[in-house]
């Protein structure tokens, strides 16, 4: 009978465990050993911001709209195609000495032509002492269904992590890996907690981070030679010219499960260098990189695949890219930005971030997996409100109609709430700002059962619409809207219904212009044959805006988008400190949150000159 393997204790606070794997071939068992080893002493990362905006002054970390300014202002950086690179996964595209015949038809005419056949290659370094790639996977079913010999003792692992670490398994040398499922000693709650607090650390002091997406069976064997030739010097770039299975392979590859798991955001932006392990081919992140270029400039483009590229979901990709490339944002809007990412554990929907945030210190908030998870999020309420002055965390809060025990204001980050928090853009994207540079007030001493929070009545909801739950908008949607709103608001404010049903932003998140609002009138007239990319560009912004929505006008003539749970009468409320209007509702003594809410001629601190003169009267609202 097998002896099952017992961790030996982890004494040193910069103390991690890394597992040698040992060569192999198929057929063979999994075999390594695991040894103890220190990290070096921890060197803060070049932030995005400059250093006196840091956290030694509170109140300067506390000034939202200055913090934010600065971050969005940062552009994105161009990453060329070469066709070998890498410092510690050394690969090289290249032409092999063969050739392969091709059948080829025009205008019915069937011919084979000779074609180059890729060469690719892709091999690390040596180790050094104390070197280690770090393991980013997805656990999958939880069942240890397998095992792994570690120093002759057995150890049960996950099907998925068995079958990335058979692939990852070198013929003829060891590897030196980090991996959480097995370098933690799942079962100790306070080792949990220890090496969790260090997991950016952890990351970006691997050599690499090797992100295993699954086999490459099926039309992923094409879409992965695709990959590899659209990113050649002599490949070609349109992937309009690669087989039709190629193309469809796409939504695969986008559509596997890592995509959406929370860890995978610090351990991209953490990572110093990544690869990506499909099937059995290692490559470069890069590679990535230029496939959706190439993808951006053939979604719009006039074929018959066009809308299956634009669909296959590629943005999950940029985003984290996106991610990556300005290293850190403000807590709370890492928190939106991520609302859809999903974890076993929902604490891992916070813990999962901390290490990026800008505003926080490691030691402001500490992991502690032996926290109910509500708890752990009125803590980060409660931090939010007291030592940062803010409030956009309780803007995901939403009245749940299934569960009357959880206020109504504490967002719930177990993926209930599936609308698209208002301010979750990237760096770069528009950031609503409607209270202005105002700092949150609030009174605790009832909290969690109540929040008191100060702010303002600003208006009320008088009619709305269906919920808009179609992925592609029907215009006739649109056109209702349009006509609700002009027999209800006026002139001036009915020249903002184009920017209403987008809030504001384009396809791509950034604050519009009035050159994209003139796709408006095609995009309402003209059928979806003849859209051009515009047009299209401007459909897939109102998509983004009105999915899970509802239009409403509220009494002062406004036009909104708003939670399916609305009623008439709802109150439209700015909080201080929080920077977008709110949907509450009396009920007895108290009010509830109903949602987050655009409001046209509100998100841009339009009201704040009327907020300080008094127009509307200021007033402390209780909250459950």
């Not at 109140?59 to 552009?75: G, M, P, Q, Y």
């Not at 590897?175 to 097995?182: E, G, H």
């Not at 490559?283 to 959706?292: A, Q």
């Not at 803010?390 to 109504?408: A, E, H, K, Q, V």
């Amino acid at each position: 009978m097998s002896t099952c393997f017992v961790y030996s204790e982890v004494v040193r606070p910069d103390e991690i465990r890394t597992l040698t794997l040992y060569p192999g071939t198929e057929g063979e068992k999994l075999e390594g050993s695991i040894r103890h080893i220190q990290l070096p002493p921890y060197i803060s990362p070049t932030s995005s911001f400059p250093a006196d905006l840091q956290q030694q002054n509170s109140r300067v970390v506390r000034n939202t709209r200055k913090l934010l300014d600065i971050f969005e202002a940062h552009s994105r950086q161009s990453v060329d195609s070469t066709d070998s690179g890498g410092n510690i996964w050394r690969w090289n595209l290249f032409e092999s000495s063969s050739k392969e015949s091709r059948r080829r038809s025009i205008h019915g005419r069937e011919f084979f032509v000779e074609e180059p056949i890729l060469g690719f290659e892709c091999n690390r370094i040596e180790y050094t002492q104390d070197s280690y790639d770090a393991l980013s996977y997805t656990w999958g079913n939880q069942e240890k269904t397998e095992e792994i010999s570690i120093d002759g003792k057995v150890l049960g692992i996950t099907r998925n992590l068995y079958m990335a670490l058979m692939k990852l398994r070198s013929s003829t040398e060891s590897r030196c890996l980090w991996i959480d499922a097995i370098c933690i000693n799942q079962d100790n709650v306070q080792e949990r907690n220890h090496q969790v607090h260090m997991m950016k650390r952890i990351f970006s002091t691997a050599s690499s981070v090797i992100v295993w997406l699954g086999d490459a069976a099926g039309s992923l064997h094409d879409t992965l030679e695709m990959i590899l030739k659209c990113n050649w010097s002599r490949g070609k770039k349109n992937l309009y010219n690669y087989p039709e299975k190629s193309l469809r392979g796409l939504n695969e590859l986008f559509s596997r499960p890592w995509w959406k798991r929370i860890w995978i955001v610090q351990e991209v932006v953490a990572a110093r260098e990544i690869v990506i392990l499909l099937g059995e081919t290692i490559f470069p992140w890069v590679m990535l990189v230029n496939l959706c270029e190439a993808i951006q400039q053939a979604e719009f483009l006039t074929h018959p695949l066009a809308s299956m590229i634009r669909s296959c979901g590629y943005q999950k990709f940029t985003v984290l890219d996106h991610f990556r490339r300005n290293r850190t944002m403000p807590l709370v809007r890492f928190v939106h930005c991520t609302q859809d990412y999903q974890a076993t554990d929902s604490r891992d929907k916070l813990y999962a971030l901390l290490g990026m945030a800008s505003d926080i210190s490691p030691d402001d908030i500490i992991p502690d997996y032996t926290k109910p998870v509500q708890e752990v999020f009125l803590d980060l309420v409660r931090f939010m409100v007291t030592e940062r002055r803010s409030l956009d965390i309780i803007s995901s809060g939403r009245l749940s109609l299934s569960d009357s025990t959880i206020p109504t204001w504490l967002p719930d980050w177990r993926g209930m709430n599936t609308l698209r928090p208002l301010n979750s853009e990237e760096v770069g994207g528009h950031f609503h700002r409607a209270s202005g540079n105002t700092d949150a007030v609030v009174d605790l001493a009832e909290y969690p059962s109540t929040l008191r929070a100060e702010g303002w009545i600003v208006d009320a909801v008088e009619s709305f619409d269906e919920t808009v739950t179609l992925t592609d908008v029907d215009r006739s949607i649109i056109r209702r809207w349009q006509g609700m709103a002009a027999e209800k608001v006026d002139r001036l404010t009915m020249s903002l219904f184009w920017k209403t049903i987008i809030m504001d932003k384009d396809h791509m998140g950034n604050l519009v212009t009035a050159s994209f609002g003139r796709a408006f009138d095609d995009f309402i007239n003209r059928s979806d044959k003849n859209r051009s990319k515009f047009v299209q560009q401007f459909s897939d912004a109102v998509t983004r805006a009105v999915l899970g929505r509802r239009f409403f006008i509220t009494k002062r003539g406004r036009m909104g988008l708003g939670p399916p749970e609305i009623q008439p009468g709802d109150q439209v409320a700015i909080l201080k400190g929080c920077h977008v209007p709110l949907l509450l509702r009396q009920a007895g003594d108290h009010m509830i949150l109903v949602g987050e809410a655009y409001v046209s001629a509100m998100m841009n601190a339009e009201l704040g000159s009327d907020l300080v003169a008094g127009r509307y009267d200021i007033k402390t609202i209780s909250l459950k």
